[in-house]
């Protein structure tokens, strides 16, 4: 089984930063592409940062300049550093993973952790 377990949520005031962590564990044979969804309260899911294997990085337009993922591949382990945090960032983050594992590939997801920021 694999499993995805996130990390680093919290209340923050508007120009503060945190830190999420998503580290995936089980039988994995080897993580593609690493991603953040984020859904606020009455809004659709939206990808806010995608990072390959190889380090190639996608972010949302909303969060450019402002939030930076990184991954370390020995860990499973994949980041999102948040800065110049606004009201409009809170959300309950998702991680989710491209997993191979010996006989299939799959998408997982974490189980969400909350960001809120206040203004």
């Known amino acids: 089984q694999v499993q995805l377990v996130e990390s680093g949520g919290g209340l923050v005031q508007a120009g503060g930063s945190l830190r999420l962590s998503c580290a995936a564990s089980g039988s994995i044979f080897s993580i593609r592409s690493m991603s953040w969804y984020r859904r606020a309260p009455g809004k659709q899911r939206e990808l806010v940062a995608a990072?390959?294997?190889?380090?190639?990085?996608n972010y949302a337009d909303s969060v450019k300049g402002r939030f930076t993922a990184s991954r370390d591949n020995a860990k499973n382990t994949v980041y999102l550093q948040m800065n110049s945090l606004k009201p409009e960032d809170t959300a309950v983050y998702y991680c989710n993973a491209r997993i191979a594992t010996v006989s299939f590939v799959g998408d997982y997801w974490g189980q969400g952790t909350q960001v809120t920021v206040s203004s």
């Open positions: 990072i390959t294997s190889g380090g190639t990085t």
